[in-house]
């Protein structure tokens, strides 16, 4: 994720500025770039890691005791120098780093270049710095910030300087941190404590709506509409490890904690309440003429991805009504497939960089298919692959096990849904005239999807208690630390489901684990149960497939008739397959095709805790590597 650090006090700020970047590398970034203020604003910047950045300044120094930098993990436009931050307006007078995702970026991009702006990158942040030239009056900098900030819709943390005004920072918060280190004659800025600590231990925390003038004498913090807020300053008794890990032991924990805020990133900007429409660029231009119908879709991915692509064919199958297939890449690319006329190949991998994926995509595309992909990793070589796509804005993910990527993948299919059935319904329309989509489910889909980060949060406020070790997964991890096999069990929707919680479990926990479809449990597996079988049942209601919930209760049965030990992930409420359970985990109600992120976190969380206790690092399993790019 994108990193900010800014200094202002009587030292040279790129040694400073330099040092704090190497501190927010963990955050994962592809490139970086610094600007002083002395004569004008200087900037230097380099793709990839922090040392390219730090060589071009052995032969171009940078000087000035006023600086503001940053690790830029890309976004809008791909990875490159001149996608880099910091950013400046048209005449170089204004430079700006910024964290967040600004929804409203295109049509105010559009109106600053009807009024004469340049625009030099394909950032959104750009026009934040074209923005504050166009209000600012050549004084009173923080002011033009504000006039700015007023015009934006969606999130930043942000360090801005001017040359007119060369001795402020001017800093501003809204869903993306911002932390000012206060010491003796100098001021830091950053969006992690992690920048700061070499300098000072106190720090003042900006909240949302926030924003500070920052000067080498002190600072002035006030809300975005210029009223005084008085702060305290407080003490980071944190060390390093801890302040990467945002306080988490553990990467994956803290990923898994992440997983509201990734998929609100992922929305921002796409979807509005009461509003059926989907704002995907890449269905709103991307579909070139030729492509005239979608006959068949072809969802290609592996491991964790492909458990995602999974929910997403059943869900696209369902509503688009022409046949959806998900493959696993590594199979699919050996075994010469037929793809019909008219398919929609879509790639799906959090890295970008999986090499059966990538073979995969290159396969479909050589066979006809239009090429899409759902992709985490922006400028990544699927990314750049496909004819077109769905970032997930996720962030990086630290921890090999996929978590906060998974349930993004989920998101983005029911986007992708959404999108494709306008789409559709424009140039294929069904024989009997109705929309793929009534507008009234539509309606519920987009409500239901902005409600999942709440729920997430509340999944994870109920299940698992951080500070005293007694959630419901904690109790369960406990009992069945040392057991040798798992089995997961789900139907329809919940049957990748049982498949990712038991990968889950395999490989951060090196504990069997099988995951099966309740339905072909009494084809073979259902040998497996006695009373040593730990079975994860996940059955929350699917209130439009009545029928399955009572499938699954039957099979419910037979597991408990032989003495297996149920664990039910069920729906807040849920009286009877809870009642044959041994544990009841409960997450709130929503559309069946949601459920999967919502029943998935317990089982992240159940398989990160067994790992814990057995004495395992979750963030870096045995024999595997984050990203698969050998065949
Ligand atoms: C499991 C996991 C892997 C990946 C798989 C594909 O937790 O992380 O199964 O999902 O290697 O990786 P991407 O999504 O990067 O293509």
Redesign the pocket.
């Known amino acids: 994720m994108c990193g900010i650090v800014g200094y202002i006090g009587s030292r040279e700020a790129t040694p400073v500025l330099l040092d704090g970047l190497k501190r927010l590398e963990y955050r994962g970034y592809d490139s970086a770039g610094i600007a002083t203020v002395s004569d004008g604003i200087n900037i230097i910047k380099a793709v990839g890691r922090i040392a390219a950045l730090e060589k071009k300044l052995l032969d171009n120094s940078l000087f000035g005791t006023v600086g503001i930098a940053h690790t830029r993990w890309a976004t809008h436009g791909e990875p490159s120098e001149v996608n880099a931050h910091p950013h400046t307006d048209s005449e170089g007078n204004i430079a700006i780093a910024h964290n967040g995702i600004i929804e409203n970026y295109r049509s105010l991009k559009q109106l600053l270049q009807k009024e004469g702006h340049t625009f030099r990158s394909a950032t959104d942040t750009e026009v934040i710095a074209h923005l504050i030239e166009r209000y600012y009056e050549g004084r009173d900098f923080e002011i033009a910030v504000q006039k700015a900030l007023a015009q934006l819709e969606g999130t930043y943390g942000l360090v801005a300087i001017c040359t007119k005004e060369p001795k402020k920072l001017v800093v501003a918060r809204n869903g993306s941190p911002i932390v000012i280190g206060v010491a003796q004659g100098e001021f830091f800025v950053a969006s992690d404590a992690a920048a700061l600590l070499p300098y000072t231990r106190n720090v003042v925390y900006l909240e949302d709506g926030e924003m500070a003038v920052v000067t080498k004498d002190g600072y002035r913090t006030m809300t975005l509409d210029n009223k005084d807020v008085k702060k305290e300053v407080e003490k980071i008794t944190w060390d390093l490890e801890m302040i990467e890990k945002g306080g988490f032991p553990h990467f994956m924990l803290k990923e898994i904690y992440e997983q509201p805020q990734s998929i609100r990133n992922l929305l921002g900007g796409k979807i509005k309440k009461n509003e059926t429409d989907v704002r995907m660029r890449c269905l709103q231009n991307g579909f070139p003429e030729h492509v005239s119908r979608i006959d068949a879709i072809k969802i290609l991915?592996?491991?964790?991805?492909w458990h995602a692509g999974l929910v997403g064919a059943f869900l696209m199958e369902k509503l688009l009504k022409v046949p959806v297939t998900c493959e696993q890449a590594s199979e699919f690319r050996y075994r010469q497939p037929v793809m019909v006329p008219n398919s929609l190949a879509v790639s799906?991998?959090?890295?970008g960089?999986?090499a059966d994926?990538k073979g995969a995509a290159q396969l479909a595309k050589k066979l006809g298919a239009y090429s899409m992909g759902i992709v985490n990793v922006v400028g990544s070589t699927i990314a750049r692959m496909v004819d077109g796509g769905v970032y997930l804005h996720a962030g990086p993910e630290i921890g090999?096990?996929?978590t906060k990527?998974f349930s993004s993948q989920v998101v983005a299919f029911s986007l992708l849904n959404l999108g494709l059935s306008h789409f559709m319904d424009q140039r294929q329309p069904l024989a009997d005239g109705t929309k793929r989509i009534p507008d009234k489910d539509a309606l519920k889909i987009v409500h239901e999807l902005l409600s999942l980060p709440e729920k997430i949060e509340r999944v994870l406020q109920t299940v698992y208690h951080k500070d005293t070790g007694d959630g419901i997964v904690q109790q369960i991890a406990r009992e069945y630390k040392n057991t040798n096999n798992f089995l997961y069990l789900g139907r329809g929707y919940n049957y990748p489901i049982a498949l990712e919680g038991a990968?889950?479990l395999k490989?951060i926990s090196y504990i069997h684990a099988e995951g099966y479809s309740a339905a072909e449990m009494k084809h073979g597996p259902i040998a497996l149960i006695d009373r040593n079988m730990p079975v994860v049942i996940i059955a929350p209601h699917d209130s439009e497939e009545p029928e399955s919930y009572k499938k699954i209760a039957s099979n419910a049965e037979e597991v408990r008739a032989r003495g297996g030990r149920i664990i039910a992930v069920v729906n807040e409420g849920d009286d009877e397959i809870s009642k044959m359970a041994e544990w009841v985990i409960e997450v709130p109600n929503t559309l069946a095709h949601l459920v999967p992120v919502l029943a998935t976190v317990p089982l992240q969380l159940l398989a990160y805790e067994i790992a814990v206790l057995r004495g395992h690092d979750p963030d870096k399993p045995r024999n595997l590597a984050k990203?698969?790019t050998v065949e």
Do not use: H, N, P
């Open positions: 991915a592996c491991g964790t991805s799906v991998s959090q890295s960089e999986t994926t090999v096990a996929s990527a990968l889950k490989e990203s698969v």
